[in-house]
């Protein structure tokens, strides 16, 4: 681990895609991360990651079992405005548009994008709306 320091608190422990091509993930990922304000935890010859999301090759020590299909994942977004900025990002760095920024029906203050990253997974950032939160991230340093 390049860091002595992550983020938790949330639902989801770790999520790993495995992909095809790792540069081309790289680069996706990257740039929607800048647009939320995810740094990257750390990379490798097989891999990277940021948060809770592991990325890595299916040679990866870390892949294990059979590759799967498809896969959803949202990031949490600050507000709309971060939703549009990572719609155009992930276009603009391969993403294949799978539902522009806009008003959903889930629940009222809805406001989602979503793409298909390299690998066909189905990617979104949602904007819930107006919240009060305890904190704004848990750290944990060890």
Do not use: C
Not at 20 to 42: C, T
Not at 122 to 129: C, F, L, S
Request: aromatic residues 12%; without cysteine; negative net charge.
């Amino acid at each position: 681990m390049e860091t002595q320091e992550i983020y938790r608190g949330r639902l989801i422990d770790h999520i790993q895609l495995v992909v095809r091509d790792l540069d081309a993930s790289r680069r996706f990922y990257e740039a929607v991360f800048g647009v939320l304000g995810i740094p990257l935890g750390g990379s490798g010859d097989d891999y990277f990651w940021a948060d809770e999301l592991f990325i890595s090759t299916p040679d990866s020590d870390a892949a294990q079992g059979q590759l799967t299909g498809r896969h959803h994942l949202a990031f949490q977004a600050r507000d709309r405005a971060t939703v549009d900025a990572f719609h155009q990002a992930a276009l603009e760095a391969g993403g294949r548009d799978n539902g522009a920024p806009g008003e959903r029906p889930y629940h009222p203050g809805y406001y989602g994008a979503f793409v298909l990253d390299p690998d066909g997974n189905n990617i979104e950032a949602v904007y819930h709306g107006a919240a009060t939160f305890s904190a704004k991230e848990i750290r944990v340093t060890f």
